[in-house]
Every structure is written in C-alpha cells, then in structure tokens.
C-alpha cells in the first residue's frame, strides 16, 4: 500500500486518517537525528508515494533528508506543500515564516 510521508503536525495526521490513507514522520520524528560520517547511508521506505509537508515546529534536518530520498529515489512520489503562506501571525509580537 502506498505511504504517505508527513513534515507536519498532528492536523495533516487527522485528515489523511479521515480520507483513509496511512503515513510515516510527523511529529514522532521530530526528534530523530542524522549521522553526519562517512559512509553514512540513510534508509527509507520505498512505498512512500507522496511526501505532505506543512507547518512544523519539530522541523528537523532527518525530515528533510528522509522527504528528499522519497521524492528522488521512489518512483511517481509526490511533493504536497500544504501551505503557500510566506508569513504567518503565530504570535502578536511579530511575523513568523509560514
């Protein structure tokens, strides 16, 4: 079945489980690291066929890399961005990246 991978929070998680579809990430990577040595290889699963990213404040680089394997090395995967925002008000004391 095909995955889907998730740079976002728990708001992406709940619709893609109410339009039945089953993901990876989100924010139980948030905590996930990369080993930066040499001959470090990075798996990931190969029936991921889209990558959904949105807002994200356990943005990590380990989500960066694992969306960027998916996109490139699985076949027809997708890239989703959820929000076309460039700002957002996340706060009233200034403006914060969308």
Same mark, same amino acid.
């Given at each position: 079945?095909?995955?889907v991978?998730?740079?976002g =929070? *728990?708001?992406?998680? !709940? =619709?893609? =489980? #109410?339009?039945?579809?089953?993901? @990876?990430? /989100? %924010? &139980?990577? /948030?905590? !996930? !690291?990369? *080993?930066?040595? %040499?001959?470090?290889?990075? *798996?990931? +699963? !190969?029936?991921?066929?889209?990558?959904?990213?949105?807002?994200?404040?356990?943005? $990590?680089?380990?989500?960066?890399?694992?969306? &960027? @394997?998916?996109?490139?090395? $699985? %076949?027809?995967? #997708?890239?989703?961005?959820? $929000?076309? +925002?460039?700002?957002?008000?996340?706060?009233?004391?200034? =403006?914060?990246?969308?």
């Amino acid at each position: 079945m095909v995955q889907v991978y998730v740079i976002g =929070e *728990e708001g992406i998680l !709940k =619709e893609l =489980e #109410l339009a039945g579809f089953q993901y @990876l990430g /989100g %924010p &139980t990577d /948030g905590d !996930k !690291k990369i *080993e930066l040595k %040499p001959g470090f290889y990075m *798996e990931h +699963d !190969k029936d991921v066929g889209a990558v959904v990213v949105g807002f994200d404040r356990y943005f $990590n680089y380990y989500k960066v890399q694992y969306g &960027t @394997l998916c996109i490139r090395e $699985n %076949p027809g995967c #997708l890239f989703i961005a959820t $929000n076309r +925002d460039a700002v957002t008000h996340l706060t009233d004391a200034q =403006e914060w990246a969308g």
